[in-house]
């Protein structure tokens, strides 16, 4: 497990109140990964040996960290602080908007590494099972997390879109 | 169903289902895929098939008119070679349209065993000379040679009047510039074998590390291979692509090759004229996003060329390794 300092966050969220939004994020998140967890048995199993990892998910431009841990029987995802970010085995950090283009199989993991867009760090092999695992996934998990909030979390995905096409 | 002996074939990779559904919907016509162990040369965490999804993807292809290929390409320890009898068995059973093997043992076993079974020689055998080509015709009714990446079109051109079978080159993707199925490398700095675990650099012993000034530093086994400065495009881990001091070039230099992939978009008329059978897109460990794309520029580009129009030749770049392209060998021995 390792302490990981990224670049704070502070500068680009001055007067937003950290600690309270990311509680009030918890059982949103929560209620996430429990319905993919639900949705895709088969994504989990090809991370098998990972299951108890701790991953930590940065996108560069939001004012926390995501934590998650695949484990089918107890899944976790929440924000977290992102300096120093809590012990973890991986980190994967790049533009929120590539990681949601990763997430939703419309961008290639390897070639956002080759560009340097996308840095990991950390069990180099619990990132690539994670990544198999996601890419296995017929369909979109964005729009899966999309439609639990239904017609505006919808609107929200397809405005996100739209700007990764622009 | 396609005809294997149809010039021009797109054989496309598929690390998962998911991805084998992509490329068949992209317009593949062979999808070659491996089993979650090391009877295949990606032998990487998360990736390849269980027998379940072998018998489902064969499904999925064969109702869409393509084929599915097994790669059984690594080469067995002595002694313990039920891991490959194995998949041998699964791949006669649930009807893979051929097996690409490597290992004279292997090839043994499937054409005595599933005579009905078709062989591809893989890459991994590195199979250059039209000799070594007629050895494993002759002896295992091998159908279809994977060509090392080492020949010009003008060699490809010769071999194939001298050869009882088909030819299949390499296209586009990470360009092994090894003796492949020779290459010891990873294991000589991990322990673990490219040819006999299926791992070229196993992620188990990759670590990346950012340095204070923003370079990132790969290391295999310990080891550091590269460091790429802030903004640097970055490769692979592969020692074969490693950037190395020496005492005359104490600054570091790429003593193989630099990272790079293969792309002969442009040489496909020469190569279909050269007899070559089928085109191959490397890229098992890569994303549906990847598979998508290339299968599809491939696809078109293929059609066109059947039309007698020219090709359409999309910009692949941004999903090269080190986000540079060669034509290697194949335009000049000059390369390397």
Redesign the interface.
Known sequence: MTETATHSPARRWPHVPLAPLRALLQPVLARVVRRIARRHPEMFARIAPYQTADFMIVAREMPFALHLRPDPDAPVFRAVPRDPLPGHDARIEGPFLLLLSLVDGEEDGDAAFFSRDLVIAGNTEAVVSLRNALDDVEGSIAQETADLFGPPGRAVLAALRRRVLA | MKQFSEAGELVCPA?????L?TAVDSGADSVYCGFRNATNARN????NFTTEELEAAVAYAHARGSKVLLALNTYPPAGKVDLWRDAAAIAARVGVDACIVADMGVARHVAETYPRLRLHLSVQAAASSPEAIRYYCAHFGVRRVVLPRILTIPEIREIRREIPCEIETFVFGNHGLMVEGRCSLTNWMTGESTNMDGVCS???Q?????DADGA?RSCLGGFTIDR?AR??????PTICKGRYTAPHRPEGYYAFEE?VSLNLARLLPELMAAGVHAFKIEGR??????VR?VVGAFRAAVDAIRAGAAPDLADLV??????KETQGAFQTKKWR
């Not at chain 2, 990759?206 to 950012?210: D, S």
């Not at chain 2, 903004?231 to 692979?236: C, F, K, P, R, V």
């Open positions: 690390g998962t289902p998911a991805a559904r990487f965490p998360g990736l196993p992620a188990g990759v670590t990346y590390e950012e990132l790429f903004g640097e495009t970055a490769g692979y990272p460990q890569r994303s549906k996003s990847y794309k941004v999903l090269t390794e080190g986000q």
